[in-house]
């Protein structure tokens, strides 16, 4: 098979208790087994990536945290956009002084699969929602001063709209084409992210690396998504499907929107239609 298929993770491929649906772990192992290239792209980590697709064949590069990181199932790091440590030392002190508000950050130190995922011990409402549903996971490290890492894969705020929008205004004026910042309601929080990441450290880029990675072309890419931070790559893929409960705005990149929602197992419906093996 000549194309790449790659897929969003929660809301698009995962069910709504984030687990695989067993017709979708019958199509993807199929598929894969034939040499369909079958591949993912999330804003999750590659730990918890594994955990939720620990019953599939992953055979193609990861896109993960967003774009920020690109690795193999066997761990194996293809590339990582990171902010460095004086950087993200000045966003997170501008944004304490100015704004009164401490972020979660998530990277490493030298080893990109020694993953850290570092947490003021002062909370708002907000993040202390999302520590609890984090509880088990052994990258969490609570700080008592918050200091970046070495190498920083995202820069994690969550507030109210007016405060996230103002925060990333005053980002945007400090450090411009040095940053990408990612601002949006979340879908499980009452509240909006405001993420900062490397200029390249998207999904957009991500699936060129794992383009270039398998020798392929963006004219043999197909992606699935729900979300804004999936538009991206719907305008680098030559065809872009949107699942039916997508986000309005992303539907609009989209050149085919399913009839099917993730709950509905969209995603495989569609490749077992569209796949002759």
């Known amino acids: 098979m000549d194309n790449v298929y790659i897929t969003d993770l929660d809301k698009t491929f995962l069910k709504n208790?984030?687990?695989?649906?067993?017709?979708?772990?019958?199509?993807?192992?199929?598929?894969?087994?034939?040499?369909v290239l079958l591949g993912i792209a999330t804003a999750r980590s590659l730990k918890k990536s594994l955990e939720f697709l620990q019953d599939l064949h992953l055979g193609i590069p990861l896109v993960l945290l967003d774009g920020a990181m690109v690795a193999t199932a066997d761990k194996k790091l293809i590339r990582a956009h990171t902010l460095d440590f004086a950087l993200s030392s000045e966003i997170i002190d501008v944004a304490k002084k100015e704004f009164a508000i401490e972020p979660f950050i998530?990277?490493?130190?030298?080893d990109a699969?020694?993953?850290?995922?570092?947490?003021?011990?002062?909370?708002?409402?907000f993040q202390k929602q999302l520590v609890n549903s984090y509880k088990n996971d052994s990258r969490l490290q609570a700080e008592e001063k918050l200091i970046p890492l070495q190498n920083n894969l995202k820069i994690v705020y969550m507030g109210s709209k007016e405060h996230m929008i103002a925060l990333q205004k005053r980002l945007e004026e400090l450090f411009g084409n040095a940053i990408e910042i990612k601002n949006a309601k979340?879908?499980?929080?009452?509240?909006w992210f405001l993420t900062v990441?490397?200029?390249?450290?998207?999904?957009?880029?991500?699936i060129e690396d794992v383009l270039e990675y398998l020798k392929k072309d963006k004219s043999d890419?197909?992606?699935?998504?729900?979300?804004?931070n999936d538009i991206g790559m719907f305008q680098k893929a030559s065809k872009a499907v949107a699942v039916a409960n997508a986000h309005e705005k992303a539907k609009k990149y989209a050149d085919i929107v399913l009839e099917r929602t993730n709950e509905e197992e969209a995603v495989a419906h569609y490749l077992k239609e569209s796949i002759r093996l």
């Open 106 to 110: 998530v990277g490493y130190e030298k």
């Open 113 to 125: 699969m020694d993953e850290r995922f570092l947490y003021p011990k002062v909370l708002n409402k």
């Open 186 to 191: 979340d879908v499980y929080f009452d509240c």
């Open 221 to 228: 890419l197909c992606v699935f998504g729900d979300s804004l």
């Open 197 to 206: 990441l490397h200029p390249f450290g998207d999904k957009s880029h991500a």
């Open 17 to 35: 208790d984030l687990t695989v649906g067993a017709f979708s772990k019958e199509v993807w192992n199929d598929f894969s087994a034939n040499g």
